[in-house]
C-alpha cells in the first residue's frame, strides 16, 4: 500500500486512478514483453527496502533526507519496490532534483538485493551510481571515475538500463551522457542515495512523459534487431524452407475454409491438399454461419454433417447452445429471425424445434415445405416438415430435455427449385442459385472466401441423400454459394433497430422457453459430469442480459459483440477437425505459437534482444 502524505493523491481520488491509467498504458507500450502477474515493474521506491535516514511521501514517489549529515556513515539509500525485468530489454527512469540540500551529496543509479542501504550507490559490490557533488560515476568502489556534469536542484538525471547488451548510460536535462557502465549483473534495482539535510528528490517510473526520449532509443535498438533477423543467413536450406512454408500455408489455407484460394495456391505451388474439397466447403459454410450469428443454423448443419461429433463434445454443445440463446437477444439467430417478420400469435406458430441434443426432434405439423402456406423466414430457410418423434434424446447415453435450434435440414418434399429464397441485401442484389448435385463447376475466391465479402440471408434445403463425416453421395447439405448467407447484423429485418428479440414478442417467449431448456441441460450436465463453473458463468452472463433495457450498453453487453463468434467459431472448427483425424490447429499457428512463446522465454531469462524480436511485428 502507497504511503500517503502532504501532496499525494489518496488512492479513491479520480485524479489518482486517471494518473494510474496513463502509467499502466505507457508502461505497456514502453515494455510490451513484460508479464506483471510474473516480473512486476518498479512503480515507486520501497517503504521496506531503504535506510532509516531516508523518508517517503508523495504516493513513495519522494525521498527526502532525514539524518544528521555529519559525514558519509551518515549516507542513507533506497531501492524500488521491483527489480527490473529481464524482458524490459531497455528499462529507463529519471529523478528530478527538488533540493540539492546543504551539500548536493547525491546518487542516483542501481543496486542488487542485500547491498547496504547505509551507503550512497556505487560504493559497494554490485552497486553502481552518478553523483551529483562532483559528477563521478561508481562501479562498486569507493572510488569514483570522472563522467559527466554535476547536478543540482531543478535538474532531471535519467538512468537507461540496456539489457541486451547489459550496459547503463545516464541523461541529463534529455541529453545521453554517454556509457557509464558495462558488463552489469541481472535482477538490479533502480536506486537513490541521499547523504545531507534538505536533499529532496523524485521519481519517476513513467508515471509522467520522460524528459529524454526513450522511445526512439528502444526505436533504434528495435531497427538493429530486426535488421540481424533479417540478415540471418538462409544458405543451401533455402529450397527445403519453400517447400515446408509452402505447406504451412496450405494446410492454414484449408484449416479456415479459404477452398478456392487453396486450390490455386496448391496448383501454384504443387502441393498437396489433404482434405476433401466439398469437406473444406462445408466447414467453411458452418464458420460462417456461426459468424453470422445464425447459432442455431451452424448446430443442425453441424449435427447432419458430423452427427457423432456433438455427442461426444457436450462442453461444446452446452457453448453453442449459449451463444444461440444470445443471438436470439441480439435479434440474429434465424429462428427468432423467422418470429421477428411473420409476428405468430401463439407458441404453436414457432419453426420445428430440433431436439437440444445432437438429434432434433419436435414435429410442427403447421409448416410445409413448398407450399403457399410455408413461410420463407428473413433468413431465407424454407422451416422443413420434422420428425413424429420428439421428447428427450441423448448425449452419450443421457437424455436431455428437448429445446430449440433453429433448422437447417434437408425436406424430404422438398426440392431444391422449390426452395424460396430472399432478396439479396448485399450490393450485388442477386439470388442464390442452388448447384446441380453433379456440378463440376470451380467455385471463385470471391464466393469462396469466409472474409471477403457481403453476406446475404439464406440456406438452401438440399436432397435427403445420405450424409456421413462430411461428405456426400449426392448433394450438399448447404447447397447456395456463399452469398447466400447473412450476418445478422447489417439485416434490419433481423435486428430491427438493436430491440431484444428483434422487438417481437412472439420471438421473446420463445428465446425465454429456450432459456429455460438450456438451464435444464445445464443441470443435466451437473447431475452428469459433476459442477463445471465455467458453464455456470457463461450461463449467468447469458442470462445477465435480460436484467438490463438495453442489453447492448450494459456492463455484460460485450458478449452482443459479434467478435465474440470468433473463438466459438474457432472451437467448432477444429472440433470438426479432429474429428475427422486431421490436425485441429494448422501447423502455420503452431509455429507462430512456438516461436512466440520460445521468443517470450528467451526475454524472461536474460536475452535481451528478444524482448524487441516479437514475432507479431513480422506479420505483415
Same mark, same amino acid.
Given at each position: 500500500?502507497?504511503?500517503?502524505?502532504?501532496?499525494?493523491?489518496?488512492?479513491?481520488?479520480?485524479?489518482?486512478?486517471?494518473?494510474?491509467?496513463?502509467?499502466?498504458?505507457?508502461?505497456?507500450?514502453?515494455?510490451?514483453?513484460?508479464?506483471?502477474?510474473?516480473?512486476?515493474?518498479?512503480?515507486?521506491?520501497?517503504?521496506?527496502?531503504?535506510?532509516?535516514?531516508? @523518508?517517503?511521501?508523495? #504516493?513513495?514517489?519522494?525521498?527526502?533526507?532525514?539524518?544528521?549529515?555529519?559525514?558519509?556513515?551518515?549516507?542513507?539509500?533506497?531501492?524500488?519496490?521491483?527489480p527490473i525485468p529481464a524482458a524490459c530489454g531497455i528499462y529507463y527512469f529519471e529523478v528530478k532534483i527538488v533540493s540539492k540540500g546543504r551539500d548536493g551529496y547525491m546518487g542516483i543509479g542501481l543496486s542488487a538485493q542485500g547491498v547496504n542501504m547505509n551507503?550512497?550507490?556505487?560504493?559497494?559490490?554490485?552497486?553502481?551510481?552518478?553523483?551529483?557533488?562532483?559528477?563521478?560515476?561508481?562501479?562498486?568502489?569507493?572510488?569514483?571515475?570522472?563522467?559527466?556534469? /554535476?547536478?543540482?536542484?531543478?535538474?532531471?538525471?535519467?538512468?537507461?538500463?540496456?539489457? !541486451?547488451? *547489459?550496459?547503463?548510460?545516464?541523461?541529463?536535462? @534529455?541529453?545521453?551522457?554517454?556509457?557509464?557502465?558495462?558488463?552489469?549483473?541481472?535482477?538490479?534495482?533502480?536506486?537513490?542515495?541521499? =547523504?545531507?539535510?534538505?536533499?529532496?528528490?523524485?521519481?519517476?517510473?513513467?508515471?509522467?512523459?520522460?524528459?529524454?526520449?526513450?522511445?526512439?532509443?528502444?526505436?533504434?535498438?528495435?531497427?538493429?534487431?530486426?535488421?540481424?533477423?533479417?540478415?540471418?543467413?538462409?544458405?543451401?536450406?533455402?529450397?527445403?524452407?519453400?517447400?515446408?512454408?509452402?505447406?504451412?500455408?496450405?494446410?492454414?489455407?484449408?484449416?479456415?475454409?479459404?477452398?478456392?484460394?487453396? /486450390?490455386?495456391?496448391?496448383?501454384?505451388?504443387?502441393?498437396? !491438399?489433404?482434405?476433401? =474439397?466439398?469437406?473444406?466447403? #462445408?466447414? =467453411?459454410?458452418?464458420?460462417?454461419?456461426?459468424?453470422?450469428?445464425?447459432?442455431?443454423?451452424?448446430?443442425?448443419?453441424?449435427?447432419q454433417l458430423y452427427p457423432s461429433l456433438l455427442e461426444h463434445n457436450p462442453n461444446l454443445l452446452f457453448m453453442l447452445k449459449c451463444r444461440q440463446f444470445v443471438e436470439m437477444v441480439n435479434g440474429t439467430d434465424g429462428e427468432v429471425c423467422c418470429l421477428? !417478420?411473420?409476428?405468430?400469435?401463439?407458441?404453436?406458430?414457432?419453426?420445428?424445434?430440433?431436439? &437440444? /441434443?445432437?438429434?432434433?426432434?419436435?414435429?410442427?405439423?403447421?409448416?410445409?415445405?413448398?407450399?403457399?402456406?410455408?413461410?420463407?423466414?428473413?433468413?431465407?430457410?424454407?422451416?422443413? %416438415?420434422?420428425?413424429?418423434?420428439?421428447?428427450?434424446?441423448?448425449?452419450?447415453?443421457?437424455?436431455?430435455?428437448?429445446?430449440?435450434?433453429?433448422?437447417?435440414?434437408?425436406?424430404?418434399?422438398?426440392?431444391?427449385?422449390?426452395?424460396?429464397?430472399?432478396?439479396?441485401?448485399?450490393?450485388?442484389?442477386?439470388?442464390? =442459385?442452388?448447384?446441380?448435385?453433379?456440378? /463440376?463447376?470451380?467455385?471463385?475466391?470471391?464466393?469462396?472466401?469466409?472474409?471477403?465479402?457481403?453476406?446475404?440471408?439464406?440456406?438452401?434445403?438440399?436432397?435427403?441423400?445420405?450424409?456421413? #463425416? @462430411?461428405?456426400?453421395?449426392?448433394?450438399?447439405?448447404?447447397?447456395?454459394?456463399?452469398?447466400?448467407?447473412?450476418?445478422?447484423?447489417?439485416?434490419?429485418?433481423?435486428? *430491427?433497430?438493436?430491440?431484444?428479440?428483434?422487438?417481437?414478442?412472439?420471438?421473446?417467449?420463445?428465446?425465454?422457453?429456450?432459456?429455460?431448456?438450456?438451464?435444464?441441460?445445464?443441470?443435466? &450436465?451437473?447431475?452428469?459430469?459433476?459442477?463445471?463453473?465455467?458453464?455456470?458463468?457463461?450461463?449467468?452472463?447469458?442470462?445477465?442480459?435480460? %436484467?438490463?433495457?438495453?442489453?447492448?450498453?450494459?456492463?455484460?453487453?460485450?458478449? &452482443?459483440?459479434?467478435?465474440?463468434?470468433?473463438?466459438?467459431?474457432?472451437?467448432?472448427?477444429?472440433?470438426?477437425?479432429?474429428?475427422?483425424? &486431421?490436425?485441429?490447429?494448422?501447423?502455420?499457428?503452431?509455429?507462430?505459437?512456438?516461436?512466440?512463446?520460445?521468443?517470450?522465454?528467451?526475454?524472461?531469462?536474460?536475452?535481451?534482444?528478444?524482448?524487441?524480436?516479437?514475432?507479431? *511485428?513480422?506479420?505483415?
Amino acid at each position: 500500500m502507497a504511503e500517503l502524505a502532504g501532496g499525494s493523491l489518496p488512492l479513491g481520488d479520480p485524479a489518482f486512478n486517471y494518473q494510474e491509467h496513463e502509467l499502466n498504458e505507457r508502461l505497456k507500450r514502453l515494455y510490451p514483453a513484460v508479464n506483471e502477474e510474473e516480473t512486476p515493474l518498479p512503480r515507486s521506491w520501497s517503504p521496506k527496502d531503504k535506510y532509516s535516514y531516508i @523518508g517517503l511521501s508523495q #504516493n513513495n514517489l519522494r525521498v527526502h533526507y532525514k539524518g544528521h549529515g555529519k559525514n558519509h556513515k551518515d549516507a542513507a539509500s533506497v531501492r524500488a519496490t521491483h527489480p527490473i525485468p529481464a524482458a524490459c530489454g531497455i528499462y529507463y527512469f529519471e529523478v528530478k532534483i527538488v533540493s540539492k540540500g546543504r551539500d548536493g551529496y547525491m546518487g542516483i543509479g542501481l543496486s542488487a538485493q542485500g547491498v547496504n542501504m547505509n551507503r550512497l550507490p556505487g560504493w559497494d559490490k554490485h552497486s553502481y551510481g552518478y553523483h551529483g557533488d562532483d559528477g563521478h560515476s561508481f562501479c562498486s568502489s569507493g572510488t569514483g571515475q570522472p563522467y559527466g556534469p /554535476t547536478f543540482t536542484t531543478g535538474d532531471v538525471i535519467g538512468c537507461c538500463v540496456n539489457l !541486451i547488451n *547489459n550496459t547503463c548510460f545516464y541523461t541529463k536535462n @534529455g541529453i545521453s551522457l554517454g556509457v557509464a557502465f558495462t558488463d552489469l549483473p541481472p535482477n538490479l534495482y533502480p536506486t537513490v542515495g541521499l =547523504q545531507t539535510p534538505g536533499e529532496i528528490v523524485d521519481a519517476n517510473f513513467g508515471q509522467q512523459p520522460f524528459v529524454f526520449d526513450i522511445e526512439d532509443y528502444m526505436s533504434e535498438w528495435r531497427a538493429k534487431i530486426h535488421g540481424m533477423i533479417a540478415r540471418f543467413p538462409i544458405g543451401e536450406r533455402l529450397g527445403e524452407w519453400q517447400a515446408v512454408l509452402q505447406n504451412m500455408v496450405s494446410s492454414y489455407l484449408v484449416h479456415h475454409g479459404y477452398c478456392a484460394t487453396a /486450390t490455386a495456391f496448391a496448383r501454384a505451388t504443387e502441393t498437396l !491438399i489433404q482434405e476433401d =474439397q466439398t469437406s473444406i466447403k #462445408n466447414r =467453411q459454410r458452418i464458420q460462417k454461419l456461426v459468424l453470422a450469428g445464425r447459432v442455431g443454423e451452424a448446430i443442425e448443419a453441424t449435427q447432419q454433417l458430423y452427427p457423432s461429433l456433438l455427442e461426444h463434445n457436450p462442453n461444446l454443445l452446452f457453448m453453442l447452445k449459449c451463444r444461440q440463446f444470445v443471438e436470439m437477444v441480439n435479434g440474429t439467430d434465424g429462428e427468432v429471425c423467422c418470429l421477428s !417478420i411473420h409476428s405468430p400469435k401463439s407458441q404453436d406458430s414457432y419453426p420445428g424445434s430440433p431436439s &437440444l /441434443t445432437p438429434r432434433h426432434a419436435a414435429s410442427n405439423t403447421h409448416l410445409h415445405a413448398g407450399g403457399a402456406d410455408s413461410p420463407t423466414c428473413s433468413n431465407g430457410v424454407t422451416p422443413p %416438415a420434422k420428425s413424429k418423434s420428439h421428447g428427450s434424446t441423448s448425449i452419450s447415453g443421457v437424455k436431455y430435455p428437448s429445446a430449440s435450434s433453429s433448422s437447417a435440414s434437408s425436406s424430404t418434399s422438398s426440392s431444391p427449385s422449390s426452395v424460396n429464397y430472399s432478396e439479396s441485401n448485399s450490393s450485388d442484389s442477386t439470388k442464390s =442459385q442452388p448447384h446441380s448435385a453433379n456440378s /463440376t463447376q470451380e467455385t471463385s475466391d470471391s464466393e469462396m472466401e469466409v472474409e471477403a465479402e457481403h453476406y446475404t440471408n439464406g440456406v438452401v434445403e438440399g436432397s435427403s441423400a445420405r450424409i456421413m #463425416n @462430411g461428405t456426400y453421395k449426392h448433394e450438399e447439405i448447404l447447397q447456395p454459394d456463399d452469398n447466400s448467407i447473412g450476418n445478422g447484423v447489417t439485416d434490419e429485418s433481423c435486428s *430491427n433497430g438493436r430491440q431484444l428479440c428483434g422487438g417481437n414478442q412472439a420471438a421473446t417467449e420463445r428465446m425465454i422457453q429456450f432459456g429455460r431448456e438450456l438451464q435444464a441441460l445445464n443441470e443435466q &450436465l451437473c447431475r452428469e459430469y459433476g459442477k463445471n463453473t465455467t458453464h455456470k458463468k457463461m450461463l449467468q452472463d447469458a442470462f445477465s442480459l435480460l %436484467a438490463y433495457s438495453d442489453p447492448w450498453n450494459c456492463p455484460v453487453g460485450q458478449q &452482443l459483440d459479434p467478435t465474440q463468434r470468433e473463438s466459438l467459431c474457432s472451437a467448432l472448427n477444429s472440433a470438426i477437425l479432429e474429428s475427422q483425424n &486431421l490436425p485441429k490447429q494448422p501447423p502455420l499457428m503452431l509455429a507462430l505459437g512456438q516461436a512466440t512463446e520460445c521468443v517470450q522465454l528467451m526475454a524472461r531469462v536474460r536475452s535481451g534482444s528478444c524482448s524487441f524480436a516479437r514475432v507479431d *511485428n513480422f506479420l505483415h
